[in-house]
């Protein structure tokens, strides 16, 4: 696998051609291991950043950070981002649902009207119509926002159901995957100083999805661990 060292805020940007490029680094993301194929497919050497979600996103838009995954262009609406921004052709197409506290009475829950309803969110995660949601409350991780909703803090909180299960198989918490909310279409995301990594990134994923590697190594991620 093709990684070098964490950077941390405050990565130098202007990255010379050949060194390691400034990229998200996914943690523990059911599409980690899926970034990292592409990568070393793409023969890119990366320094990743690690930083909360919307750090990073203010640090794409200086170019700090030159690499983003996943992402779609629906999420990075923001003007400053669409400057600087391109993207990469589909990687994986995600089924967003409502989660839902288990044994809560919702009764008629429309996922088209969240407007008497708070929902939680990681911090710098964008969604389709959030302006109408009835509240927001953040959190720096899935997990803490799966926390507020088990708390009683937000109503429900929004998640592909990769992640819903593989959290769920981790850390186990009174939550039901709820009806579906949105489908998108993860991208990579690419600083438009170096639409040299856009060509080598595109062929990397054409070559992951032909063969199938992309699918196989997020099933990986979603079965449980060998002891």
């Known amino acids: ?99 839902l506290h288990e044994g809560r009475d919702y009764g008629h829950l429309d996922p088209a009207d969240l407007s008497g309803w708070t929902v939680g969110a990681v911090q710098g995660f964008s969604f389709r119509d959030q302006q109408h949601f009835g509240g927001l409350v953040t959190a720096v991780s899935m997990g803490e926002v799966f926390d507020l909703v088990v708390a009683g803090k937000a109503d429900l909180t929004i998640a592909s159901n990769q992640e819903f299960y593989r959290r769920q198989r981790l850390a186990p918490r009174p939550l039901v995957l709820g009806p579906e909310y949105d489908r998108v279409v993860l991208r990579i995301r690419v600083h438009n100083s170096r639409p040299d990594l856009l060509v080598r990134i595109n062929a990397a994923i054409a070559a992951l999805k032909a063969d199938g590697r992309i699918n196989r190594l997020t099933g990986q991620r979603l079965r449980p661990e060998k002891d």
């Open 1 to 99: 696998m093709i990684l070098s060292l964490t950077l941390f805020v405050g990565a130098r940007p202007g990255v010379a051609d050949d060194a390691p490029v400034p990229a998200s680094q996914l943690g523990d993301s059911v599409f980690r291991d899926a970034w990292h194929a592409v990568l070393q497919e793409a023969k890119i050497e990366i320094a990743p950043v690690a930083a909360p979600r919307d750090v990073r996103r203010d640090m794409f838009v200086r170019g700090d950070i030159l690499l983003d995954c996943c992402s779609v262009p629906e999420w990075r609406n923001r003007a400053d981002e669409q400057a600087v921004q391109l993207f990469s052709d589909p990687f994986f197409l995600v089924v967003d649902h409502l989660i």
